[in-house]
Structure formats: structure tokens, C-alpha cells
């Protein structure tokens, strides 16, 4: 469906009072989810609130997933196409258009993305992060992972001398001149830390990651590459890490 390399993590799902979604799909590798709604013929208003509804479901028992809705048909009409355009922005919304050819004695399906995601920015969950302080991610994951989020730091100050860190619940993010600038985000974990940097997507960049050996986990529908790294991949590769975050930060002053 061109959604990517996912996993069918389950179908016909059965819906608290709401029926039951056609398909789950989740990434291996990242937190994302897609709520899939299969429809035969044309889009039509059940289907569309359907989608919207499971996904609204799905996205309130396992919130600590990116969930996408995602609408399948055989024909999405004009019609239908403003209104699932009008959706999206505001929920994270795909439209795909299911086409079967015969070739011979072989059936193909084609599939269309017709709608895709808008990307999102941080400004809005920014503001209202939950704030918390240096013993909670110490807690959270160790001392030793914080500590490399201090070295990515420096890294930082060097082309942006008075960048500072700030404490939130689900990420350590930055904040320059008193005010939230996310251009990267920091995540420790028990024996790593992640790394999100905020640059548009690139095969040059994905090459050169793939060429250090650095753990490439995805790139988010928010627009972030992120990096699962070592302190070896830290002190091996400081010099390319801190061009990443330093395009990230003139991406942010755009």
C-alpha cells in the first residue's frame, strides 16, 4: 500500500461498540500505527466516519503510539476527496485508491496513495509538555545515558553557544533565549540514547548514516530523522552528528 515495512499486527479487530477494524498495521521499528478501513466501490460517508472513528479508538487505549488513519477503496470520488482533505491536517489521514489488473492468468493490485499525511510540527505539544528535571530521566533510564545527552549538547553549543536543555516527561528537548526551539530532541533509554533531528528527508543523509554504521530507527511523519546511538557512535562520529543537529537548527530558523 506504500505505507511502508509493517507488520500486520492484527484484523477484524473488534471495536468497543463501534464494530470492528479491517486492519492493523504497525512499524517494527517506531511507535507508529495505521488504522486501515477497507471499502469496496466508491467512498462513501459511513466508511469515512468509520475510519476516523476506530482511529480515535485506537489512538485513546495505546497513546503511546503515532496512529494514522487510513482509508482503502476502489474508487475515491472528487467529492469525497475535498472532504477527506479538509480532515487532514488536523488528523493524520491517508486515502488510497485500490485498483485489481488482470495480466493473463495473474491478478495485480495497484494501489494509489491519492491523500497523503501533512507533516506536523512540535509548537503546539511544545507548549504543554509536562515539565520535569534531570533526576527523572536519570531514573527513568541512567546517569551514564544522560550524561551522553550532555555530550550532544556541547556538540551544539558550538554553533549555537546559548542553546539549553530542557526536561520534559517524554523527551529532553532545547530551548534558546527563554523559548522552546526543538530543532533536536533527546531520548535516553536503558542502554542508548535517541536522537530526533528536525531535517527534510534525504538519500544523501540516509546514505551517509548507513555508511557509519548508525542505527537509522525511521523517519517520523513529523519530519525527523532518528538515531539510535551509543557512546561510541557519539564519540566516533561527533563531528557528523553535530552537522545533522546544526542543518536541523538553520531548518528551524527558516
Not at 533536536?184 to 551517509?208: C, G, M, T, W, Y
Amino acid at each position: 500500500m506504500g505505507l511502508g515495512n509493517l507488520i500486520l499486527k492484527d484484523k477484524e479487530r473488534m471495536q468497543p461498540k463501534a464494530g470492528r477494524l479491517d486492519i492493523l498495521l504497525q512499524d517494527p521499528e517506531s511507535y507508529g500505527r495505521y488504522e486501515v478501513e477497507v471499502q469496496l466501490g466508491s467512498t462513501d460517508e459511513s466508511h469515512i466516519i468509520r475510519t476516523i472513528e476506530y482511529w480515535d479508538i485506537e489512538r485513546k487505549r495505546f497513546p503511546q503510539y503515532d496512529h494514522t488513519a487510513v482509508i482503502v477503496a476502489e474508487d475515491i470520488t472528487s467529492r469525497f476527496l475535498n472532504v477527506i482533505s479538509l480532515f487532514n491536517g488536523s488528523i493524520p489521514l491517508v486515502a488510497i485508491q485500490m485498483r485489481a489488473l488482470r495480466c493473463g492468468d495473474q491478478i495485480s493490485l495497484v494501489f494509489t496513495k491519492v491523500v497523503d499525511q501533512i507533516t506536523l510540527g512540535f509548537e503546539e505539544d511544545d507548549e504543554v509538555a509536562e515539565a520535569t528535571d534531570r533526576a527523572y530521566w536519570e531514573k527513568q533510564a541512567s546517569k551514564e545515558m544522560v550524561q551522553l545527552a550532555d555530550k550532544l549538547h556541547e556538540l551544539m553549543r558550538k554553533f549555537v553557544p546559548a542553546v539549553e536543555l530542557t526536561y520534559r516527561k517524554f523527551y529532553i528537548g532545547l530551548s534558546l533565549d527563554g523559548r522552546i526551539n526543538n530543532f533536536a530532541v533527546f531520548q535516553p533509554q536503558k542502554n542508548a540514547i535517541r536522537l530526533e533531528v528536525h531535517i527534510p528527508k534525504s538519500d544523501d543523509i540516509e546514505k551517509q548514516i548507513s555508511e557509519k554504521d548508525i542505527d537509522l530507527t525511521d523517519y517520523t511523519k513529523w519530519g525527523t530523522y532518528r538515531l539510535r546511538l551509543s557512546k561510541k557512535d557519539i564519540e566516533m562520529h561527533s563531528q557528523f552528528l553535530m552537522e545533522l543537529m546544526k542543518q536541523a537548527y538553520e531548518e528551524s530558523r527558516k
